[in-house]
């Protein structure tokens, strides 16, 4: 997750931009690095802006992957509908 991102949804929450109809507290975070699967042939080195995703982990046990440039909108309807409200 680029520390871009956390300030620009901070901001974005605190101004009343994400919807959010219920308290909201951050989570703890883990950061894990997965081993690219081997592909014959030469290979393109991965877009960065392509291949990071951010894993959300909600209340009720079920786990969201994003890419990290969702938009906030997009990704407030996602949580409500993923999280029951």
Known sequence: MCRSLLTIWR????N???GASRPVSFAPVTVTTDAPASR??????????RTSQVEIALPNGRRL???TG???EALARILSVVDGQ
Request: charged residues 20%; without cysteine; hydrophobic residues 25%.
């Open 11 to 14: 901001r974005q929450y605190r």
């Open 16 to 18: 009343g931009e994400l």
């Open 70 to 72: 969702v938009a906030p």
């Open 40 to 49: 014959p042939g030469p290979v393109d080195p991965p877009d960065p802006s």
């Open 65 to 67: 992957i994003v890419p």
